[in-house]
């Protein structure tokens, strides 16, 4: 019995550490879908840009990210490039975000929504932890990715 459990407990452990596959390979760019909605104690409405680079083994890392519009500008993402992981169920996670912004400062993993049909990922208030002091940063909104990304978990 107990080489059955820990024969199990490696299928799981080696099913977990699988990683995901992106595609297409190359430069994806990355596009707000109406207004991306960002908070930390204001709420500001803000255009995203930015761009995610997969290389040829499928991993996929987001190396700019910049908003635009009324002080959006002030909200800086930083120490860039952050690796974008696929995850079963179509979720994805954007790991070890660092922001800057007018009310203070945010870091940490951030998960969304991933439609692997239209290739948008979408953020419905998602919380990034605040660094230091204040509330924690949120963000709601789809971005596009152009040309069209997808994901194997």
Do not use: R
Not at 85 to 105: C, E, F, K, R, W
């Amino acid at each position: 019995m107990k080489k059955i459990l820990t024969a199990l407990a490696l299928a799981i452990v080696s099913t977990g550490a699988a990683a995901d596959t992106w595609s297409p390979q190359g430069t994806i760019g990355l596009a707000n879908v109406g207004n991306i909605a960002v908070k930390k104690g204001i709420t500001l409405n803000c255009g995203l840009s930015g761009s995610t680079t997969v290389d040829a083994a499928g991993n996929s890392s987001v190396g700019s990210l910049s908003l635009s519009g009324f002080l959006c500008s002030n909200v800086t993402f930083t120490n860039l490039p952050y690796t974008l992981v696929g995850n079963v169920g179509d979720t994805v996670t954007l790991h070890d975000v660092s922001v800057s912004a007018i009310t203070g400062n945010c870091f940490g993993d951030i998960t969304g929504d991933f439609n692997q049909a239209t290739g948008e990922l979408t953020f419905n208030s998602a919380q990034l932890p605040s660094v230091g002091f204040g509330a924690n940063c949120e963000i709601s909104g789809t971005i596009s990715t152009n040309p069209q990304a997808s994901f194997v978990p």
